[in-house]
């Protein structure tokens, strides 16, 4: 991994790095650790040995006896550093100080650019902002590399809880299942995206975002003197990283786009896509990530769809085009009618887009859901008009219709009767 611009790297930048607080202990660790120690089947210190190192570094255990070295988050907090950062070099059962680390205080006067990305790759797993990146630490480094000037914790609340607690306007389509909830129809599939969404191990915000700034605080990447938390130079370099290195290249194809930001909270999706969207029209970005939705697969067709409809307005034309369609443009007439626009109706349109969503859901929770539980709780939310849903779906003309009956029913081919399933 590379810093995103060498004339980033300067002398003082470098030295800054280095005397975070974050690779400050990493480096205390790494020398602690010196010429070498022998590593458990875990890849981490013994207990005793891991003990020692918590008094000796001055790092609170969780009681008298250690039973692992897992089980102090900050000894590991600081491993993963020194790790990441090069100051600690391991094979499968043993851990050793790189050879340099005494010298690596004055590598910033003959290589400020190896410096800084050290301290990226340290600070990008430390943070958890790297590959599957945390939605909601994600969106603080976000946040406040676009805010103008600092920001409250209680403002980065409200950014993250937009994230991770959307409240969409009445009549938009969930982005869990493509639906709009709360309409009359046979489909409605209230509750269903919740349960698919439901995190019991889900920190409280506050303290999620306060862990996330405090990190950014050990990294010298964010500063809170005044009570507010604004960007260093360090954090903007950092955020430059994070960003553009999942940016698309301007002339990348819309797969290679939606695979890029398919995992991203929007507003960072939208930033990650920028240079991408800036190098075509919104009609023409819209074109694009319809014609790759018509072909591909469930949940990067939902993620496709999802940014086009992120790109508003401007993109009307390619919304009309595509809504002569059949089959998936009965997305562009249903984004149509929730802008004002009068649209032919189509009948099939919502039980072409049931199946479409619901194919997303049953993909997304296949591996976690039995099939049994699975279809009792869908059948359950079609209620007493499950037999017709199921019979209109079928006369979509969606391609995926005969699975999705079938595994409402339990049953390959025809549908069964909807009344023979059962959660035994």
Known sequence: MTTPASALASTQLADAALSSAALSRARDLAEWVGKGKTLTASGVLRPAEAAQACRDLGIQTPGPRLRSALDVHELMRDWLIAVTAGFLEMDARRAWAAHDLSGAGSLSQTDPEAVLTAWVLAATAALDIGDDPCAGCLTVLHELQAADGP???????DAVLAVLEPEEPEGTPCPGCGEVHGSDDLFRLDGFDEYEYEDDDEEDTAAHIEGTVTGLLAFGAADATDGSVRLTPLGALLAASAFQVRAPSTDADAAAVVSAISELPPAVARTVAGPWLDARSPAGSVR???????????EQRAAALGFARELGPDAMQA?????????????????LKL??????????????????????MLDAVADTVPPFLLRAMIL??????????????????HPAAKDVAARLTGRPGRRARTRSVSPR
């Not at 920001?151 to 609340?157: E, Y």
């Not at 694009?288 to 469930?298: K, P, Y």
């Open 151 to 157: 920001l409250t914790m209680d403002q980065l609340a």
């Open 288 to 298: 694009e990530l319809l014609a790759f939705a018509e072909s591909a697969g469930s």
């Open 319 to 335: 919304w009309q085009e595509w809504a002569k369609r059949p089959g998936i443009g009965a997305y562009a007439r249903q984004w």
């Open 339 to 360: 802008q004002g626009e009068d649209v032919a109706e189509e009948p099939a349109d919502d039980a072409w887009l049931a199946v479409d969503a619901l194919t997303v």
């Open 380 to 397: 359950e939310e079609l209620g007493e008009d499950a037999d017709e849903a199921i019979e209109l779906m079928l006369g979509s003309g």
